[in-house]
């Protein structure tokens, strides 16, 4: 794989990639809260479009390479999330982004709206925080730690919301 | 549990929960994927706003009985599956089903627009095949012989749209 | 209830319920006309996905501590009005809050596509000003007073236009 | 008053106004819901712009009347409901019908987007269950007898989805 | 009429009416247009909910007044064009005014889907000067100098565009 | 011309065009209400694609033949309306005709969001009669029985609506 | 390749290429149109989703074989055009099939909106006649034939159209 | 042709034509594209609706003017590429522009859902730089040099995502 890796890829777990560098911004949320759980992942940058056989390569390795999930954002004709699913039988999480004419709703239709056969389960537009604790839910199926790290999660968003001041 | 059970339930790992009884054809594609691949499976009908607490219920109880993925299917203001999600950190798959006036396009925004924190994997608009494939996808993190079935799966798709003629 | 109380709660009457305290600017005309009325309201932040127990508990004893009218405001997959209607028979006004990708449309049909048994009042997105007034005209139905301000407000509002130099 | 009347009218609480005769079959649940509670309405068909003089009096004279809510329907360029609310400080309840063309997203819109000043509450596309059950919530404010039957109502709501057999 | 007049207005024939003070600006091209035509016009602020009675008063009253096209513009639930076309067999124009979260789209839906009996010649969303240009044309069925104004200032039109450095 | 006409032509007023020949069933009702006002008409198949120059010819002849209002009808792409209205400055009326797949939202918006300097007056999707009301109400402006006829009708509108028995 | 094979394939110049089996109705204008300009073409069932290795070589290898011009015909989350052009740079042109729920506004949008550097030429939903036509057109650029026939055949729409009788 | 020309138009292959000046910005990645593949090309201001003659005369001369290819740009009621494809059959493609208050939603629509018979090639809102990949794709059918060119762009495309460093 030719495509530059970054941090906390020790045995990732989590494959997060991107059809565009330009949408990084948009998926840090699910890089820090994957950094905050203690998951290892990887982040690529893979187009459907721009690189097909990298991007299936990727899909068609990722299970053998130990990733146990792939988050795959895209915006506009947002093929990407559903082309890595056609090769890999891992659970592919779609983030919809938020595309500059019609606001993430060509991203949303292009990735949930998927044919029978081949699921890609998909996240708000701009979801990536979602997009990262549904990985981590995926992957507690068989790690409890994580199963009870998500409980305190949860607990602290309830603390935060009663807390607030208005 | 008040809800009616249906078969295949010894050791439910999936539960697939419906918002009103009238959607129930809708998720027979489900029902028929899951028994397909050996997964033991229950089938509620609990409405988010008819029966919220039994909602709420089994969702806080699900993973105590074994559940490992929830299925929800809902339409209109579909509110069933983020529901569910919020007393669970099991991995909820949401199905928005085809409206009467919409389309289905209120359904599936009131299921796929979820605020950070509280994710739900959204499929098609009367995705209900592809629920159940996610669902099987997410049981194989841990259960080998389910991976080989989706990828047999796989091939016998790639089979069937070969062979067709045209 | 562990959510923090804001001013003007004695005896409230009306309910304004937030499902984040990033909302709470669109919610601030509901407060601002509330007090022109001299109508007692109280401010919580409670969210349907976040804190579920706590809005449904909030919903359930909402009548017994003299609510009238519940207002629940929420972006997005805006279930909050939809998860409080479900848990009283009290009338409950959905404002959806325009959200950053679709502009509220989601919120406006997460809201207002109610199931047959179980209504919303909705009003525009980000329409916190008529929330309020609906609130108090349903109020008035047996406050005589109430009755009569909305007919000078209304006369305010008439004049306003009529006075208008363009 | 010219407009045809229909039965239970005597000292109807209710207005009930149709924008088009054609539109009485989408109402006819609002219809068979407030005899079921015993609540008298009245039931005109008036428009906002065939017959706006009728409609504008119509909404005039009701309070007087002694009508206290009312449940107004219209399609397409639907603007009856938002006219009578412009001639009352009655509660309006707007149902927005089925459109031909655009399956009442139109209708939808041109009912709940009001400008602040004149609320009208908007529920779904056809939701005429959901108008009476919101009128009957409002009348309930100073009829206790009508509040206990909507709890069984929800009771029995309740118990249908329950007893499910799916 | 106690609403506040303009300038231009001896013997006007086109009266403008807006349905909020706030929508002035989106206007100014309509009047700078009948300015440049030298058609006598009015300007009038008149709600269709606020000051619903002056509103349907002012298109009673066109007719006798002299005026012989009516634009109106209007934003969400736009009720202003069809509400006074409901008081008026005059030409009425519906310019439907950008909204803030539905970008117009709901303006637009609300002003052309009239049902059948009263019609509203409605325009592009923002589109003052078309609805002014609009009115110069029918005016000009007998005024024959207004046509061959408008026959220039499509000659000037056609100069620009073909003038242009790009 | 070669296109074929059709009846009640002696010294047509209003041109009804449509850009295809499968459009003629929705634009039957012009047709009748016109023969009701007796208005003299002639009804043309002329499309801005399939027969460009016959169409701009249509237009930029229509004045000189005595044609004082076009009506012009299509659907999806629909370009007619726009196309006449650039080659005249006659007042165009245009129809937008329901589509097959975007239900008419692709011929609306096609035919509303004209450009600023050639305006189209757009009437709803299918609303074919009160093209012809308009084109009346139009040409009414120098023929005070068409006037009258108008406000017949309108009376009547009224009375068919009053007199609904529901 | 294992696909099956149809008529008309000595030297296909145009490779028609189906998401699914199930479209084959809606492409048959596409098919018939071809036959009609003698212009020998293929036709396959591949999927981007279930058969992404066999697109992908379809696309990699269609120059070599002599393709000039793909049409690739796809419903719902419509992958297939935009996968087949990351293989080649031959002009592919994208039919988005009319879907259940959206209509095919989720086809378009998967179609049309493709990112910088890899275009596909989108036709109108359910637009089969407009893909084969665009590629004879595309063909036509050093076929002289072609764009003769192409002309006659627009001669004989336009005729078509001047010759009904309505 | 009384248009403004620009450079690189010694025997100009592909037209380009702005509907208006104002869209010259969003244009500009086709003419740059096009000279980095030393395409010629020329760049015009004609509008469907404000120079109609011209524009037709446009499409009906530039077959013989030795241009191969147009790409027609427009927003809103987007009739230009409709209307040039009516009158040649060059290959013609479409990009609609984003605008003002529907976000080219409208733009779209108006162009790619053209009746069959005269089809239009469209890219994405704004696709400027497709348009021209797509132009440079059909000249490359009798042109080796510039598929030559292609497969480089497509190349250095690839090594840019994979050089991405995120």
Redesign the interface.
């Known amino acids: 794989m030719?495509?530059?890796k970054?941090t906390n890829e020790s045995a990732p777990l989590v494959g997060i990639v991107?059809?565009?560098?330009s949408d990084?911004d948009q998926l840090e949320?699910a890089r820090s809260t994957l950094k905050e759980f203690g998951v290892p992942f990887e982040?690529r940058?893979?187009?459907?479009?721009?690189?097909?056989?990298?991007a299936?390569r990727y899909a068609e390795e990722a299970e053998a390479r130990g990733i146990?999930v792939i988050i795959a954002a895209a915006?506009?004709?947002?093929?990407l999330p559903?082309?890595l699913?056609?090769?890999t039988?891992?659970?592919v999480?779609g983030v919809p982004v938020?595309?500059?004419?019609?606001?993430?709703?060509?991203s949303?239709?292009?990735?949930?709206?998927?044919?029978?056969?081949?699921?890609?389960?998909?996240?708000?537009?701009?979801?990536a925080?979602?997009?990262s604790?549904?990985a981590i839910?995926?992957?507690?199926?068989?790690r409890p730690e994580l199963?009870a790290k998500?409980?305190r999660?949860?607990k602290q968003?309830?603390e935060?919301?009663?807390?607030?001041?208005?």
Chains 1, 2, 3, 4, 5, 6, 7, 8 share one sequence.
Do not use: C
């Open positions: 030719a495509a530059k970054t991107l059809g565009s560098a990084v949320p982040f940058v893979l187009s459907a479009h721009r690189t097909p056989d990298h299936l146990e915006g506009g004709a947002a093929h559903g082309v699913a056609a090769k039988v891992l659970p999480i938020k595309s500059k004419s019609l606001n993430g709703l060509d949303l239709l292009s990735i949930v709206q998927m044919p029978a056969g081949v699921p890609v389960a998909t996240v708000a537009i701009d979801g925080t979602n997009a604790l549904l839910s995926i992957l507690s199926g068989k199963r998500l409980k999660y949860r968003l309830a935060k919301v009663l807390g607030a001041r208005v």
